[in-house]
């Protein structure tokens, strides 16, 4: 296997069809490529199955958001009721836990909300302004009728000569290098 030049990004197969982008989807990933990705310009079911790319880990960031949401509110209702300023207000406890239920429920809201959009930004590696697929001229077609499929040249399976092969194989409209 020979090394990848250290400025190219990958290769990038273009596709008329969606679901000749699937269906080269599926054979890259049985061929043992893990790091792919594909480009549509609308979504397509089928696609996340056939790249093969692991379950996403935000339902358990929500859930520890709303973990982090609940205790926080319920013990900041705490805190200020029984250690902080603590008044007895008609014969009531200080520790009045039904009373903090609907507070509690909305911090807890509130922190799986949060969670749910840093959590998917963080994880999506969003904010992205710049990513060298932007530096192929035909990738502008994604946004509008055309499909794509990149190999990054990271992937341990990489070989340009092997992987332009493999690529043409998939009877695509074209195949290109993609610089960093």
């Not at 296997?1 to 197969?13: F, I, Q």
């Not at 790091?35 to 692991?54: Q, R, T, V």
């Not at 904010?127 to 994604?142: D, E, M, S, T």
Request: proline share 9%; glycine share 8%.
């Amino acid at each position: 296997m020979t090394p990848a030049r250290s400025s190219l990004y990958g290769l990038m197969a273009e596709f008329e069809h969606p679901s000749d982008l699937v269906e080269a989807a599926r054979a890259a990933s049985s061929q043992g490529y893990r790091c792919l990705d594909a480009y549509s310009p609308f979504p397509i079911e089928e696609l996340h199955e056939a790249l093969g790319s692991p379950h996403t880990r935000l339902p358990l960031v929500v859930l520890l958001g709303g973990l982090v949401g609940c205790l926080g509110g319920y013990f900041l209702q705490y805190w200020v009721s029984v250690i902080a300023y603590p008044i007895n207000v008609g014969g009531k406890p200080l520790h009045s836990w039904p009373a903090f239920i609907p507070v509690t429920f909305e911090c807890t809201i509130l922190g799986a909300a949060l969670a749910a959009v840093l959590g998917m930004l963080a994880l999506n590696g969003l904010p992205q302004p710049y990513h060298p697929v932007f530096n192929v001229p035909r990738f502008a077609l994604a946004s509008r009728d055309r499909f794509f499929l990149v190999i990054e040249a990271v992937d341990p399976r990489f070989d340009l000569e092997q992987t332009t092969g493999f690529l043409q194989s998939l009877h695509p409209r074209e195949v290109m290098t993609v610089d960093d």
